[in-house]
């Protein structure tokens, strides 16, 4: 059976249109801390048991055929939690690289990174380097962790690549923009998933969000499982997408990547 016959018979078993899946979900990844203070437990305990969640949103991604999954997992403005925390949430990432990236790369999971990475301690960058080269070549899809990462920072350091660039002002359109945005070549998202009750953007893919679709869910990042994606991905084809327009005539309208 082809991939996409896979997904199908997937999507109609879960009452998902197959035709109508986001090209490219985001996720704000929030209520960690707050998970963990229920249990009596520290926080870095939440953020340990948000991986299982992470495992899981890549799990309903690559089995409804969602092409590009965008997980925001730390912030600029994370820097300034306790260090202990910001430790903890290196040394996670590093682990969690090292334990997952066979099974990533045997599931055609190409890894990405979008923000500063220049500031994550160098054993960071060592193994995020190293995830990115061992998975480059995948195409199944593209998941991308947002390190360090600020819509603002990003969008800043755009206009500074442009301003370089020696671009005519009048001469400036949207497209040069998405060129030095560190998003580019990747569709914008349709869906945008943010857990935990919070209804805020909190500076992320500010530009690339403008006309997705909003899902927010009181769930708590480690209770979010593949039915709360696939519940989501529902909301989201149940939204009548108009870009502005009157008709709902393209539900899959976005740049492609
Ligand atoms: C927000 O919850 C969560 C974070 C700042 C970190 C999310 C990171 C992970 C789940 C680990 C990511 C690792 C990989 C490999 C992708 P919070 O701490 O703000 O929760 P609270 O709002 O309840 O305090």
């Not at 090292?98 to 099974?103: A, F, G, L, S, Y």
């Not at 149940?238 to 393209?250: A, E, P, Q, S, W």
């Amino acid at each position: 059976m082809s991939a996409s016959s896979d997904y199908q018979v997937f999507c109609e078993s879960i009452d998902l249109d197959s035709k109508r899946i986001p090209k490219h979900v985001a996720i704000i990844m929030d209520g960690n801390g707050r998970w963990a203070n229920e249990r009596g437990e520290e926080r870095v305990f939440g953020h340990m048991n948000g991986i299982n969640s992470v495992r899981a949103s890549v799990e309903a991604a690559l089995r409804t055929g969602v092409r590009y999954l965008t997980l925001y997992a730390f912030s600029t403005e994370n820097w300034s939690r306790p260090q202990e925390e910001v430790n903890a949430l290196m040394d996670l990432l590093v682990s969690t690289l090292v334990k997952e990236v066979q099974d990533l790369e045997s599931k055609g999971v190409r890894l990405r990174t979008i923000g500063d990475l220049s500031t994550l301690p160098k054993a960071c960058q060592d193994q995020i380097n190293k995830s990115i080269q061992s998975t480059q070549h995948l195409d199944t899809l593209d998941l991308v962790l947002a390190l360090s990462y600020s819509s603002k920072w990003e969008l800043v350091e755009a206009t500074k690549k442009l301003m370089k660039s020696g671009v005519n002002p009048d001469d400036l359109e949207a497209s040069h923009i998405e060129e030095h945005l560190a998003t580019s070549g990747i569709p914008d998202p349709e869906l945008m998933i943010r857990t935990s009750g919070e209804r805020r953007i909190s500076n992320f893919l500010l530009w690339q969000l403008a006309y997705a679709e909003f899902h927010f869910t009181p769930v708590l990042w480690p209770d979010f499982g593949q039915e709360n994606f696939y519940d989501a991905v529902r909301d989201y084809q149940n939204r009548n997408r108009r870009f502005g327009g009157l008709l709902d005539t393209n539900h899959t309208m976005s740049k492609q990547g």
